[in-house]
């Protein structure tokens, strides 16, 4: 049974790209969340899709928006990047959003130059 | 935003020792988690609590959801060299969305 999956690993942009980040939830689960870890802090919850559609977010700005597939996979695309964006991505998921119990992925290192 | 505040920021112990660190918020929760994470990985769900007061064991670790709902504590008996990682604290306080707290860095000495 897989778990979470991400890709890519790791990522280097340059300030004012685009980049799109991957995630496949853990077999069963059909809502996605993403988190944004700086070095040396707690994750921090950007936004969570269930049945396609955004249904929280976190204090992120626009640039910072996501897509859920029908077969639950989703993407994180971060726009105008920022030298501040460079951290660890985390794609986190779990089986509905009435449970808190999420399982997390190895994350993508994103390193904006 | 909220903040969870965990303590302390750091532990350095011997192999065969306890560990205990805690967790408090400003706002009430009314779930929360401990996860573990290792360098390079994503958290790992430890334990889950759901109600004031219960207390919850996954092996050696023991993790209590505190009376007040403004805290919570880990414990770990009996520590071994892979107890090595981030602990976090996280929650819900309103809707689905989580906060991590700080973080506690343990480092088992063989």
Redesign the interface.
Known sequence: DAG?TQSPTHLIKTRGQQVTLRCSPKSGHDTV?W?QQALG?????IF?YYEEEE??R??FPDRFSGHQFPNYSSELNVNALLLGDSALY?C?SSPG?AT????????TRLTVT | GQQLNQSPQSMFIQEGEDVSMNCTSSSIFNTWLWYKQDPGEGPVLLIALYKAGELTSNGRLTAQFGITRKDSFLNISASIPSDVGIYFCAGPPTGNQFYFGTGTSLTVIP
């Open positions: 979470v969340s988190y802090q707690g994750p921090q919850f969570q249904r929280q976190g204090n985390l986190a959003t808190y119990e999420q399982y997390f992925g190895p994350g």
